[in-house]
């Protein structure tokens, strides 16, 4: 197994940390297609990079992990592997940030989740929210969720990156049918 380190360049520019990080994904996936495995493996190191660097010490991370598409229920979210407080198993696609990147398939960038409507708390600290569907062969296989404590955690930055590193962990890896 590859070590991989958790980029801890507290003092790295933004886009820096995440072209090291989208170089740190590409490790991890890099000889590994279970799908289990790599969303455990990255959510890890998503999460802890960006409690590392300095631009999020001041808007701490408190949540970084998967949403998968319920194979029972092509309409709903379930858990997966994620870093964090508990959290909510179940979202109905279209309801709040993590349903409504599913159901338009397109990136929701929130400033301020209390105004979101129909925002679901799963942790009331969460103040800002970037979610990333995951779609392959226009089929949504599930979604990144990030939150922050924050309000204005995420930037357009965030998005583009994020959104690369959603697109590695696509293509890497065997999703079941």
């Known amino acids: 197994?590859?070590?991989?380190?958790?980029n801890t360049d507290s003092s790295a520019s933004k886009k820096d940390?995440?072209?090291?990080l989208l170089s740190q994904v590409k490790s991890i996936c890099e000889?590994?297609?279970?799908?289990?495995?790599?969303?455990?493996?990255v959510s890890?190191?998503?999460?802890?990079?960006?409690?590392?660097?300095?631009?999020?010490?001041?808007?701490?991370?408190?949540?970084?992990?998967?949403?998968?598409?319920?194979?029972?229920?092509?309409?709903k979210l379930i858990l997966g592997p994620f870093q964090g407080k508990v959290a909510c198993t179940l979202?109905?696609?279209?309801k709040g940030v993590c349903g409504a990147a599913a159901a338009t398939?397109?990136?929701?960038?929130?400033?301020?989740?209390?105004?979101?409507?129909?925002h679901i708390a799963c942790d009331s600290a969460s103040n800002s929210e970037i979610v990333v569907p995951l779609v392959k062969d226009?089929?949504?296989?599930?979604?990144?969720?990030i939150d922050c404590e924050r309000t204005n955690g995420f930037d357009e930055e965030d998005k583009k990156a994020l959104?690369?590193?959603?697109q590695v962990i696509i293509t890497s890896c065997e999703w079941p049918a």
């Not at 940390?17 to 090291?20: A, D, G």
């Not at 998967?66 to 092509?74: G, H, Q, V």
């Not at 397109?106 to 409507?117: A, I, K, R, S």
């Not at 226009?138 to 969720?145: A, C, H, S, T």
């Open 91 to 94: 979202i109905p696609f279209g």
């Open 105 to 118: 398939r397109e990136t929701q960038l929130v400033e301020d989740v209390h105004q979101f409507p129909g």
């Open 44 to 75: 890890s190191v998503i999460y802890h990079g960006l409690m590392s660097l300095t631009y999020f010490q001041n808007k701490p991370i408190n949540w970084c992990g998967f949403y998968l598409t319920d194979p029972k229920n092509n309409q």
């Open 1 to 6: 197994m590859k070590d991989i380190q958790v």
């Open 138 to 145: 226009d089929r949504v296989l599930g979604v990144l969720d």
């Open 163 to 166: 959104e690369a590193i959603v």
């Open 17 to 20: 940390f995440y072209e090291i």
């Open 31 to 41: 000889d590994q297609t279970f799908w289990v495995t790599n969303l455990s493996n």
